[in-house]
């Protein structure tokens, strides 16, 4: 049974609640702050302006910035470490980074000014989640380098609640300390949010008895089929949190609990674009297209028209819940996550929100991609329920190719295993195996 809540509170209501007129005088002010600030201090920047002949003067109103180049990943691994601060390293107070697994890592870095922002976007985002003042925080998303503990961290001690700074694994004791401090807001990734539901449910004490009451879920994909398999497993209604390192971390945008209908957007400290991949025109409002991010108040490490590879739309309809900032519908996957299988394109997610929800299946999956010759094969793997037939898993299989077929177009192989079989995660899971070109199985 999904509770009924009141209200999510507004941490700053003045900001959250601008109305357009003032919110674009705003944005307009920073945007050209950020442009000069960047010009001048970034040389990378400054080069590429000059490339285009574009100075910071040309940036009179917010339809100017297509006039600015693009940034993209590899423009901060290239300036690997600090060649893309704006600021003496001596101001710069923290440093975050990716993992590096594939690549150099790409280095993020904060002023003092940038946390206390983030801070407050944090504080607002979990506010927006439907956490309050007072509740007790499980935050289950990796501290250290990785910008999603620490930073729902410092928002959640801004909003005045009590932090357990647990991180990621450990599932056993994770329950415990859920269990035992009374948790009333999770933060996690959604697939380790099933994860630790499972475990929980296993140990005949299911989440969904307990006081959670919030979850503010994200970092990876995922589907409405997932989201409604979690909020009865912890008997809440979760919402979507997307954020990126290169722009902040999490705290990028946040879903409402009232409406459920798309991560707002904080548009006071960021300016959204949604462009063709392939041509990098910018479309409009509603269109689906790669997101761009330009940061706003950025002081270490401005980003000007940030190239996130993300796939959405956004939406500026009115909102139930008042807030006035735009809101990301789900981002369905990174364009790199895209695989074309026999020429057909798609998503992982697109399978997820097939499998996920039918009734012999358990909600864990992977996509492996293999090539035989020149064909790309998919094989799904998904795991059966507890309760089904080992008989049966042949049957179910068959069910899963006809159904795949039928609604993407893609011809595949599907493998049902037993129970526990598919990897569980306990950050992002990793929902495909690519095995092309690897020479493994
Ligand atoms: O994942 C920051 C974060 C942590 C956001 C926790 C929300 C919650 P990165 O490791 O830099 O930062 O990964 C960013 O993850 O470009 C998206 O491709 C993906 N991503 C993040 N949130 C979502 C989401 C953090 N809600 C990359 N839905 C992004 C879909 C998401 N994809």
Redesign the pocket.
Known sequence: MIPPYGPTLKYQPELECMDRPALTQLQTERLRWTVGHAYENVSHTRKSMDARGVTPNHIKCLADIRHLPFTVKNDLRTHYPFGLFAVPREKVIRLHA?SGTTGTPTVVGYTRDDLDMWADLMARSLACAGARPGDVVHNA?GYGL???GL??HGGAERLGCTVTPISGGGTERQIKLLRDFGAQVLIA?PSYALHLAEAAALQGEPLADGPLHAAPL?????TDSLRRQLDEMLGLQSV???????II??GVAMECRDARDG?HGWEDAFLFEIIDPESGEPLPVGETGELVITTLTKQALPMIRYR???ITSLTDEPCACGRTHLRIR??TG?NDDMLIIRGVNMFPTQVEALLVGMEDLAPHYQLVVRRDGTMDNLTIEAEARPDVSADDYPKIAKKVENHIKTMIGVSCRAMVKEPGAVPRSEG?AVRVRDLRGSGKD
């Open positions: 990716s998303l990785f910008t999603g930073g729902f990734t994200g970092g990876e994909p995922w979507d949190s997307y954020g990126l390192s290169e971390g999490p991560a996130t590879r993300d789900r981002v990174r992002k």
